[in-house]
């Protein structure tokens, strides 16, 4: 499979995956995901908004970050906390948690789908998201 049959396998999984819980993937919300898959690295919102003005010169920052909210709420993508920045769902889930393992050396990010409620939860709260970034050095740089 080549790169671009996977990002085009990925955004095909996202169409669907909004359709089934009744929502759309606009062609903007897919052109920011389709950066997103193709990133090789995690991506700051403006760094795609510079993209986006590569071929669509009125691509404005709250339409990125409008797509960037709606992406995280399906659970398509997350936002690195630690370096302000964005990926692309590597398990494409609604809810429940991501742990994300941030290598300081190369910036390399690998998720893995974490567990739907926090442990320590006060009795009574109700998570809407969770993410659990860990750091320190990849297999690669170790």
Do not use: W
């Not at 671009?4 to 009744?22: F, M, Q």
């Not at 919102?45 to 399906?74: G, I, N, W």
């Amino acid at each position: 499979m080549t790169h671009s049959d996977s990002v085009s396998s990925a955004l095909a999984h996202a169409e669907k995956h909004c359709a089934d819980r009744g929502m759309r993937m606009t062609p903007l919300r897919r052109n920011v995901l389709a950066l997103l898959v193709e990133a090789s690295e995690p991506i700051k919102a403006y760094d795609l908004l510079d993209q986006m003005r590569s071929t669509d010169r009125s691509a404005k920052p709250p339409t990125v970050y409008r797509s960037l909210d709606f992406l995280m709420e399906v659970g398509l993508a997350h936002k690195v906390e630690a370096l302000n920045a964005y990926i692309a769902c590597a398990h494409c889930h609604d809810k429940g948690g991501a742990e994300l393992y941030i290598c300081g050396n190369c910036g390399s990010v690998d998720e893995r789908h974490g567990a739907p409620e926090p442990q320590n939860a006060p009795e009574g709260f109700r998570t809407d998201r969770s993410v659990v970034e860990h750091y320190g050095r990849c297999a690669n740089c170790s």
